[in-house]
């Protein structure tokens, strides 16, 4: 319900707001959450848990909330799994829950059978993947989540990239008071303030109703802090409701803002980013983080209506709301009294249960007390009553005898419709563990506190135990004098006295976790993934012994709020059970990101054409207009095959492979890499990336040249042509273009500055048409008239430079197919023109455009590799059987040269790059298949596979163990098919070279 006249510092009462949750119409106003409003409307259920389909409500008011998941708006701007209480609310918001309460559920009606279904009865019942395979997609169906997307987002998201001397992260009392520290004390350091909520002063608003100095103060210092960004908007940047979700080495930060969550839906101003992703880069992190408050642990606590003691009080204040009438005040720290103490002064009933003894007397207990608040000092609550609300606690006795909690006594029952608990709370050092960072449990405030020395940052505030207010502005102050000096920007620190008590101001006990309560069913760690003690008790008698793997095992921390309210918990629970101390326990390791973060929030305006460019080359139409099927190679739509009508690939393949071999195809081919290579060190430069040998190449001739890495492995391959002696021009694979020339610079510009070469990527620049097939030479000659084509005069790897069709080109005679071939290569708006023109006079030889499947199966017969479809990056040039490339007498290595010394890649059972020849000659096998020995163990796989139209059976190349030793011999090769199963094809290992051994098509027939 909401408060009447209640006077907040968040919401504006003078303007309502419509919205609908679960399929109902609700009221709210400016500055609710979603979680707010629906309590002020008390709407108490929000979602079913994970496993189990039990009827959860808000347990928190931030980030830690494990409960409230839902799924906003629909179509475009639909996002699932949200918090409610991260949610801002807007006029006409709409949202569902991720897993409606309201609504009938499986795993509710299956109660009975909960109890066989503990921590690992998944990983156990379904170890056989026949079995999980069969109930897969129904178990999932089950799971407490929203359903993926499945339209397009509509939204823009952006990414801002910042540099700064010092990012403050938190925007409580110790971040504002880190801040202006800070830019008090400097003239030129730039600062950004991060924090998660839309106001600054985090937890310091719960203090203004009975603290005036806590409100003069945060007025005061936020407009001092805005001050600097209305006068030097350069020094001070402010981000709120911004969450820095990942710190990596180098203090690079990121941090997700958002602008609005689906304003824009109802908006009719032009649309502006929904998120942005902001990349910083800091000298110094200063972290003002806070603390996360955690539950008390007692049975069926997960019971809609119990809540965490300081996000009652945040409700209360920021939004005038409370959830119940009647409240139980349940805990083990002097916090408890605080929250009591505001709701009696809004005439709200409650009842203190303080697990601790009434040994010392507090000022604050004697003033509930003496007003007519019941306190009850040495009790604790075993168990929650009421059916998916709370309606009462049973209490009993409890007293802590050495270092062990103890129940006993008589129960007594207290009813109640609202329980708000505290069990201490947790620093959030999740981003200080990001990039390795360690915790040590402190013993005195009963929390993990982030490593003490640092270099380049510092921990202030409530994250490193400082408890009031006013003891983490003076924290934060000390802090940020320490950044300053490792700014350069102070030599003399000025430290400030912090209070006698400050590490542990609310006084926290230890944690309780008696094992009469931890024996009890339904003692909730997880509430989200519905990890019980029980399941932790469980894990621990099958073995586990180490947190990280009992979280594994029992599913604990694994949801979207990442165990924030449960695993400190329930790493107290393993510490009991074990009995060890918390400190031998430790904690699991925090990762990246600590809230989610929107797929479109990563991905930004790199989407579409902006995340992977479609590349056209100028012949694009003409691939279009011949009804040509695509496929992406390197960012180019390269032609994939040309189907006449009523053709399937396999048929188009089958009629463009046989016009090549037998009269004359054409092909695209300006999608092949180019780099310009210039210099007077050209010829060394080539030598020295190539294995063979660049230094006796002649202008006007082509040479086919292997790439390999400083391992010795095959990375690339292509033609180069020698212009003149200080000119050349090189091709690359498609696919590898970007990779080798980066590479060639990276060697140039790192290793061998001294050589006197210059690169220039041409690609873009030249649309080159191969022509192909034993007519090629003829159709040459018409094309072109002031070139000499007579086989003699123009040999095989030579290029030469002519006019074709009017145009100035360059011819090489190079060939990937082994038929005689020629390349023409032009300026590449001319691209298009020579195509359509070699097309044309070509009708007279039936010419026929083939794609890149042709060409594959082309190659193929010849035995030709693809690299990175025949090598796969552990290869070298003797494993594919090209040990003739490798130069021997190079007056300078060549990059791989000595890693071919090593015995390893010498060995004869290293994988080695054969044909395979299918027994039953129409059997294709399919790539990938792998290939075994007699005895059934697998000696390799198929990196090549197709039917080949000229020699009428099928073809594969393979990379075999000992392969270029085994040939003649029979290997099996295994296959699924679809009905019939796993199938051996039995196949003889054979040379690689399936047609044209000798090579004499190459010059063709004439």
């Known amino acids: 319900m909401r408060l009447a006249q209640h006077s907040s510092h968040q919401v504006d009462y003078s303007k309502s707001l419509n919205f609908i949750f679960n399929n109902k119409r609700y009221k709210g106003y400016e500055g609710d959450t979603l979680a707010s409003a629906l309590l002020a409307n008390d709407s108490f259920l929000f979602a079913r848990s994970f496993k189990y389909g039990r009827k959860r409500g808000l347990m928190a008011a931030g980030v830690e909330e494990p409960n409230a998941l839902v799924s906003l708006e629909i179509g475009g701007r639909y996002t699932p799994n949200l918090k409610a209480t991260e949610i801002t609310l807007y006029d006409g918001l709409s949202a569902v829950s991720a897993s409606n309460p309201n609504a009938f559920d499986m795993r509710a009606f299956i109660k009975p059978l909960h109890r066989f279904m503990p921590a690992g009865f998944y990983y156990k019942t379904f170890i056989k993947q026949k079995v999980w395979a069969k109930v897969e997609d129904s178990i999932r169906a089950f799971s407490g989540f929203s359903k993926a997307p499945t339209e397009e987002d509509v939204d823009v998201y952006d990414h801002i990239f910042h540099h700064a001397e010092v990012v403050v992260?938190?925007?409580?009392?110790?971040?504002?008071?880190?801040?202006?520290?800070?830019?008090?004390?400097?003239?030129?350091?730039?600062?950004?303030?991060?924090?998660?909520?839309?106001?600054?002063?985090?937890?310091?608003?719960?203090?203004?109703?009975?603290?005036?100095?806590?409100?003069?103060?945060?007025?005061?210092?936020?407009?001092?802090?805005?001050?600097?960004?209305?006068?030097?908007?350069?020094?001070?940047?402010?981000?709120?409701?911004?969450?820095?979700?990942?710190?990596?080495?180098?203090?690079?930060?990121?941090?997700?803002?958002?602008?609005?969550?689906?304003?824009?839906?109802?908006?009719?101003?032009s649309q502006k980013a929904r998120k942005i992703v902001h990349r910083i880069r800091?000298?110094?992190?200063?972290?003002?983080?806070?603390?996360?408050?955690?539950?008390?642990?007692?049975?069926?606590?997960?019971?809609?209506?119990?809540?965490?003691?300081?996000?009652?009080?945040?409700?209360?204040?920021?939004?005038?709301v409370i959830s119940g009438k009647k409240v139980v005040i349940y805990g083990n720290n002097d916090s408890i009294y605080s929250t009591a103490k505001d709701l009696h002064v809004n005439d709200i009933e409650c009842i203190v249960v303080d697990v601790r003894s009434s040994e010392k007397p507090i000022e604050i207990i004697s003033e509930l007390k003496d007003s007519g608040v019941k306190v009850l000092q040495g009790y604790s609550i075993v168990k929650a009553l009421g059916s998916h609300r709370v309606k009462g606690v049973e209490i009993k006795q409890t007293m802590l005898q050495g270092n062990s909690w103890q129940v006993f006594g008589d129960t007594e029952t207290l009813s109640c419709d609202l329980l708000a608990t505290s069990g201490g709370f947790n620093p959030v050092v999740h981003l200080d563990c990001h990039n390795g960072a360690k915790t040590y449990f402190d013993e005195v405030s009963q929390s993990f506190l982030p490593q003490q020395d640092r270099d380049n940052r510092e921990v202030c505030g409530a994250v490193a135990g400082a408890g009031a207010w006013q003891d983490a502005i003076i924290d934060a102050k000390n802090k940020a004098q320490f950044t300053l000096n490792a700014l350069g920007v102070v030599s003399k620190l000025t430290q400030e006295i912090l209070s006698e008590n400050y590490s542990n101001f609310f006084n926290v006990s230890q944690f309780f976790t008696p094992k009469e309560i931890l024996n009890m069913p339904k003692v909730f760690l997880d509430l989200q993934n519905d990890v019980t003690t029980l399941d932790v008790a469980l894990s621990i008698r099958e073995g586990y012994r180490s947190i990280e793997h009992i979280k594994r095992y029992t599913a604990m921390g694994f949801g979207t709020d990442q165990g924030k309210t449960g695993n400190i918990n329930g790493i107290a629970v393993a510490a009991e059970l074990l009995e060890i101390p918390m400190s031998e326990v430790g904690t699991t390791t925090f990762r990246p990101a600590y809230t989610g973060v929107d797929f479109g929030a990563m991905a930004g305006r790199e989407i579409?054409?902006?995340?992977?460019?479609?590349?056209?080359?100028?012949?694009?139409?003409?691939?279009?207009?011949?009804?040509?099927?695509?496929?992406?190679?390197?960012?180019?739509?390269?032609?994939?095959?040309?189907?006449?009508?009523?053709?399937?690939?396999?048929?188009?393949?089958?009629?463009?492979?046989?016009?090549?071999?037998?009269?004359?195809?054409?092909?695209?081919?300006?999608?092949?890499?180019?780099?310009?290579?210039?210099?007077?060190?050209?010829?060394?430069?080539?030598?020295?990336?190539?294995?063979?040998?660049?230094?006796?190449?002649?202008?006007?001739?082509?040479?086919?040249?292997?790439?390999?890495?400083?391992?010795?492995?095959?990375?690339?391959?292509?033609?180069?042509?020698?212009?003149?002696?200080?000119?050349?021009?090189?091709?690359?694979?498609?696919?590898?273009?970007?990779?080798?020339?980066?590479?060639?610079?990276?060697?140039?510009?790192?290793?061998?500055?001294?050589?006197?070469?210059?690169?220039?990527?041409?690609?873009?620049?030249y649309s080159t048409v191969a022509v192909v097939g034993p007519n090629a030479r003829k159709l040459m000659k018409l094309l072109c008239q002031d070139v000499d084509f007579e086989r003699e005069n123009f040999k095989f790897m030579q290029w030469r430079q002519g006019t074709v069709c009017g145009?100035?080109?360059?011819?090489?005679?190079?060939?990937?197919?082994?038929?005689?071939?020629?390349?023409?290569?032009?300026?590449?708006?001319?691209?298009?023109?020579?195509?359509?023109?070699?097309?044309?006079?070509?009708?007279?030889?039936?010419?026929?455009?083939?794609?890149?499947?042709?060409?594959?199966?082309?190659?193929?017969?010849?035995?030709?590799?693809?690299?990175?479809?025949?090598?796969?990056?552990?290869?070298?040039?003797?494993?594919?059987?090209?040990?003739?490339?490798?130069?021997?007498?190079?007056?300078?290595?060549?990059?791989?040269?000595?890693?071919?010394?090593?015995?390893?890649?010498?060995?004869?059972?290293?994988?080695?790059?054969?044909?395979?020849?299918?027994?039953?000659?129409?059997?294709?096998?399919?790539?990938?298949?792998?290939?075994?020995?007699?005895?059934?163990?697998?000696?390799?796989?198929?990196?090549?596979?197709?039917?080949?139209?000229?020699?009428?059976?099928?073809?594969?190349?393979?990379?075999?163990?000992?392969?270029?030793?085994?040939?003649?011999?029979?290997?099996?090769?295994?296959?699924?098919?679809?009905?019939?199963?796993?199938?051996?094809?039995?196949?003889?290992?054979?040379?690689?070279?399936?047609?044209?051994?000798?090579?004499?098509?190459?010059?063709?027939?004439?």
Not at 174 to 184: K, Q, R, T
Not at 303 to 313: A, F, P
Not at 694 to 713: D, F, Q, T, V
Not at 944 to 951: A, D, G, K, T
Request: glycine share 8%; charged share 20%; aromatic share 10%.
């Open 282 to 320: 800091a000298k110094e992190v200063i972290l003002a983080t806070g603390a996360h408050e955690r539950p008390m642990l007692f049975e069926a606590n997960d019971l809609t209506n119990i809540m965490l003691s300081q996000s009652v009080r945040r409700y209360l204040h920021e939004y005038g």
């Open 169 to 269: 992260i938190g925007g409580g009392a110790a971040g504002i008071s880190a801040a202006l520290e800070v830019l008090n004390n400097s003239e030129k350091e730039r600062v950004i303030l991060v924090d998660e909520r839309s106001q600054l002063g985090g937890e310091l608003f719960n203090e203004f109703s009975s603290d005036e100095a806590a409100m003069t103060w945060h007025k005061d210092s936020v407009n001092r802090l805005l001050s600097f960004s209305n006068k030097d908007s350069e020094r001070f940047t402010l981000l709120t409701q911004s969450t820095a979700y990942a710190w990596h080495d180098q203090n690079f930060i990121e941090v997700l803002e958002t602008i609005t969550t689906a304003e824009s839906l109802t908006s009719s101003e």
């Open 608 to 765: 579409g054409d902006f995340f992977d460019p479609q590349r056209y080359t100028t012949i694009h139409d003409s691939h279009v207009a011949s009804g040509a099927e695509f496929e992406v190679v390197g960012q180019w739509y390269r032609p994939w095959y040309y189907p006449k009508t009523g053709e399937n690939m396999h048929q188009a393949v089958h009629r463009e492979c046989l016009a090549a071999r037998t009269s004359l195809g054409m092909m695209d081919a300006s999608t092949l890499g180019k780099i310009d290579v210039q210099g007077s060190d050209a010829r060394e430069f080539l030598s020295r990336v190539y294995t063979n040998a660049w230094m006796k190449l002649a202008p006007g001739s082509c040479r086919y040249g292997l790439m390999c890495n400083e391992k010795g492995m095959i990375i690339d391959d292509g033609v180069s042509a020698c212009i003149n002696n200080n000119h050349f021009i090189m091709t690359t694979t498609t696919g590898g273009a970007a990779s080798v020339y980066s590479a060639l610079e990276m060697w140039l510009q790192t290793e061998w500055s001294d050589l006197d070469v210059h690169l220039n990527s041409v690609t873009d620049q």
């Open 807 to 1006: 145009v100035d080109a360059r011819i090489m005679r190079i060939s990937f197919s082994g038929e005689l071939a020629y390349e023409i290569n032009v300026e590449a708006n001319y691209g298009r023109y020579i195509w359509d023109q070699v097309a044309i006079t070509g009708e007279q030889w039936n010419i026929t455009p083939y794609g890149t499947e042709s060409m594959h199966v082309l190659r193929a017969e010849k035995g030709y590799i693809i690299v990175g479809q025949d090598t796969d990056g552990s290869m070298t040039p003797m494993d594919v059987n090209m040990s003739w490339i490798l130069a021997k007498d190079k007056s300078f290595s060549y990059v791989g040269r000595r890693s071919f010394s090593i015995s390893a890649l010498c060995t004869e059972d290293r994988l080695q790059l054969v044909g395979l020849m299918t027994k039953d000659s129409s059997t294709v096998l399919p790539e990938g298949a792998n290939a075994i020995d007699n005895k059934g163990k697998s000696i390799g796989y198929v990196t090549s596979s197709y039917f080949s139209p000229i020699l009428n059976r099928s073809i594969a190349m393979a990379q075999i163990k000992g392969g270029l030793s085994k040939i003649g011999e029979t290997v099996l090769v295994k296959i699924v098919q679809k009905k019939q199963g796993l199938k051996e094809i039995p196949c003889e290992i054979s040379s690689s070279v399936f047609y044209d051994i000798e090579g004499e098509k190459v010059d063709g027939n004439d």
